[in-house]
Structure formats: C-alpha cells, structure tokens
C-alpha cells in the first residue's frame, strides 16, 4: 500500500493511540515498553551497537547540546547522523545527517519498509501495551543512516532515560544535560527518582560519561552509579571548566579548559545557558576524537543551528521565541531579556503538566502584558482559563486569555507597536508561531 506523509506520521502513532484508552497510569517505567522498540530494530537487520553512537539526556538543552556535538563531529570530517525530538514545524527535522533532514519520500519508503514487522509486534501485544512513537522513529532512523553509512550517531533521548526507546541503543558515550524536578508524574516523584530514570543510559561498558554541574543529590548518584559499572566520569568544574566572557543577541564568547586544551570559543547561538550546553559538546568530541584541533572544533560551532530556542526573528515587533516549561528553564529566558526592546508583550501556552505556575511567576512580572493561550497540538491538554489567569493576574494587571494561538498571536503583534513580542511555552506553541511568522510574512496571515 502507498502512502503519503501525512499517512505515515499517522502510523508512527498509530499504535500509542490505540492503546491510550487502556492505559491505566501515568510512571514511565510501568507504561513504556522499550523491548518493543528493541525487537522492531533487531527484526529489520540494523545493529543496536554500530555505528559509534552518543545518547544525551537530561532536562534542558539535550537538544542543543546534541546539535553542538553532531556539529563538531561533522566539522572534524565524520559523517554523522543525528536523532532529536520533538521537531519544530516538520517531523523530518527529527533524522539528518551532517545538518541535511531526511526528505519526505525517504522517510515514507522506510515506514513502508517497517510497517509489516511493526504491525506483526503491535498486534502480539496487550492491549495496554503499544510501540513508541520514538521507537518508530528510531527506526526509520537507523534505516537511514545504514544507507547513508554514518561514522558515528548522535541520539537524543526523549523526557527520560532507561524507560525511553532510544535507550535499547549500545551507546558507547552517555551525556547528561541538566537534570531538573519534571515529569514528576512519569518519572518522579522525586529528584532522585527522576536523575535515576535520565542515569539509567549509563551502563557498564562504555567509554565515558560527561555531565554539567548539578544538584548535590544528582552528582552523588552519577559519581556511585559510574563506580559502580566502571564508567570513566567527566564533570563540569572538575575535569573541564567552561567560563562565559560575553553572552548577548549576538551570541557568546567562553573559555573553556580541559586537560586536552585551553581555548577561547565563539557561539552563535543566543543564551548564556547554551554556553553549558557547548561546553558540553567540547567535553564529549575530544573523547571521540581526540586528535581534533581547536580550528575544527570552533567550525563546528559556528554551524550550530537551533531554531526554537531563544530565537530572535527579526521584524517589526521583533519576536523571541522560547520552549521554556518550567520555572528554571523561565530563568534562563529571563536573562535574555535583559538585552530586548521594552516594553515586553509576553504569549505563552504550557500545558497543565507542565509547570505553567513557574514560568508565568518567573516571566509575567517581567512583561507588559501577558497573553495566555493553547496551542493547535490535539494531544496536549492546557489549564483551565479560570485557573491561569487567577495566577497570571496576581503577577501582571494586564493579563488577557485567548485559546486560538494564533488569534493570540495576532493580538500581541498588533499592541506591540514598540518593543518586543515573547512567546515562550511548549513547543507545539513555538511551532505554531513559526508557521504563523512565516505565513504573515509571505502575505498569507490573518491580516
């Protein structure tokens, strides 16, 4: 049967939504059955251990840092595939290789290529039980970069870590991104609990893992759980040091130190937190490869593109836009602002569980106005408006709800006749704004 895109995002899907009606709790560990993801890959004939592949997981940046890795792997003359998600406006961005997305009609040839072996697992299954969309992906992934014949593969895992699909992978290096108290529901309900699940790429046989500074509690276990299966360590503020020496729209300069070297870097990408993120990356490449010069390593940064992350789209308002779904990741927009036009007209949609209280106490009295709405993703259920705007009134005096986002959009855009528009919330929210830029600006908006 021949499908066309549409139909075959549907089928990467299909089996969670099949089974959604009888599932009966919320933990990961419970709900999430990553061996199906394991069978599927094995039955097509790929390797779960070849090429060389790095997982990253964490909180924030995992994406970010994921991109700066395959960056300086790609600038160093590796041919590298690259597997992040969500996507931002089309679902192919989720598989590239050096930078390039797979196309639309590869990407339906290889769901086509899997759906017989797919559905012969899906329909072995309870019927509480279901393939991962991930795991899906993944798939169509690794079909891709067999083809392409990747030297090495980077691989971003979803919210957690040994209950994700991508952790059926051999991973020969794990990074850790910062590691926050979310997905409390699925992977809590505890910090503790929750680094557990994000640790749990870690595994004996690998060659390293690097990670940031973090909570006490987080590095106490990182350091018993690498002991305890021999994997080598390399932490922020002991075994490299990264310092920011200019962080502003234009991007950043650090100084980063490591026993492989001490150098100075640029970065395009804006926020003093993707200086972590990068710094991260370094850490990672010079174990992978160590022969890297600093020249290789800051090409590999300068091409480093990640949309939807404190991006500034220039305009008239101009307009940031931001994923941030808690408190902490708020705090790190916050410090952006700084640098933007006032006043501030603030859009943001987080769905309820997500913390919408944090990032509405850490932005709204920062705006001035604030614009609550959704976003069109069907799969995302948003806070009562009732709820919301008593929060969001008791922070800002001009606080307004508008369900539509893009009729949200629009309103902020048209008051903003000075300033700088902010639309910070998931990202099905920043999708939705991309697309509605893009159609304002090719004369195709509401207006």
């Keep these: 049967m021949e499908l066309d895109s549409y139909e075959a995002i549907k089928f990467v899907y299909q089996s969670y939504v099949d089974s959604k009606p009888y599932l009966t709790t919320d933990a990961d560990i419970h709900r999430r059955h990553p061996r199906y993801t394991r069978e599927l890959i094995t039955r097509l004939g790929l390797s779960l251990s070849e090429p060389p592949t790095a997982l990253i997981a964490g909180s924030k940046g995992k994406g970010s840092t994921s991109t700066l890795l395959a960056c300086l792997l790609e600038h160093a003359g590796r041919h590298v595939g690259l597997f992040t998600g969500p996507h931002l406006?089309?679902?192919?961005?989720?598989?590239?290789?050096?930078?390039?997305?797979?196309?639309?009609?590869?990407?339906?040839?290889?769901?086509?290529?899997?759906?017989?072996?797919?559905?012969?697992?899906?329909?072995?299954?309870?019927?509480d039980h279901y393939l991962g969309p991930v795991g899906t992906t993944l798939a169509v992934a690794l079909q891709w970069y067999q083809e392409q014949q990747t030297d090495f593969n980077v691989v971003e895992c979803g919210r957690g870590g040994v209950s994700d699909d991508a952790s059926v992978l051999h991973n020969q290096w794990s990074v850790l991104t910062p590691i926050m108290e979310e997905h409390v529901r699925e992977l809590g309900p505890t910090l503790?609990?929750?680094?557990?699940?994000?640790?749990?790429?870690?595994?004996?046989?690998?060659?390293?893992?690097?990670?940031?500074?973090?909570?006490t509690q987080v590095s106490t276990l990182l350091r018993s759980l690498c002991r305890?299966?021999?994997?080598p360590l390399k932490q922020e503020g002991a075994d490299f040091t990264v310092e920011a020496l200019q962080s502003d729209l234009s991007g950043s300069r650090f100084y980063y130190r490591s026993q492989a070297r001490e150098a100075e870097f640029k970065l395009p990408l804006v926020g003093r937190f993707q200086i972590i993120n990068a710094a991260l990356a370094l850490a990672t490449a010079e174990e992978i490869l160590p022969g890297t010069t600093d020249d290789e390593l800051q090409a590999g940064?300068?091409?480093?593109?990640?949309?939807?992350?404190?991006?500034?789209?220039?305009?008239?308002?101009?307009?940031?836009?931001?994923?941030?779904?808690?408190a902490q990741s708020a705090q790190y927009v916050a410090a952006v602002l700084q640098?933007?036009?006032?006043?501030?007209?603030?859009?943001?949609?987080?769905p309820a569980d997500k913390d919408w209280r944090g990032v509405l106490s850490v932005l709204a009295p920062l705006a001035a106005s604030v614009t609550v709405t959704t976003a069109t993703n069907p799969h995302l259920e948003f806070p009562a408006r009732e709820e919301v705007l008593a929060t969001a009134e008791g922070l800002n005096g001009k606080c307004e709800y508008v369900q539509d986002p893009e009729a949200a959009l629009d309103r902020a855009l048209a008051a903003a006749q000075t300033g700088t528009v902010v639309i910070v919330g998931t990202q099905s929210l920043v999708r939705d704004a991309k697309v509605f830029l893009s159609n304002k600006n090719t004369g195709e908006g509401s207006r």
């Design 89 to 127: 406006v089309d679902f192919c961005e989720r598989i590239r290789v050096n930078g390039i997305k797979i196309d639309e009609e590869n990407f339906v040839r290889l769901i086509q290529n899997l759906m017989p072996v797919a559905n012969e697992i899906t329909q072995a299954m309870p019927r």
């Design 192 to 215: 503790l609990d929750i680094a557990a699940n994000k640790a749990g790429i870690v595994r004996p046989g690998q060659k390293l893992c690097v990670t940031c500074q973090q909570h």
């Design 228 to 231: 305890h299966f021999a994997v």
């Design 339 to 350: 640098e933007l036009a006032p006043p501030l007209h603030l859009v943001t949609g987080v």
């Design 301 to 326: 940064l300068d091409a480093a593109r990640w949309p939807g992350r404190c991006e500034l789209v220039p305009g008239r308002p101009p307009v940031l836009l931001d994923g941030a779904i808690n």
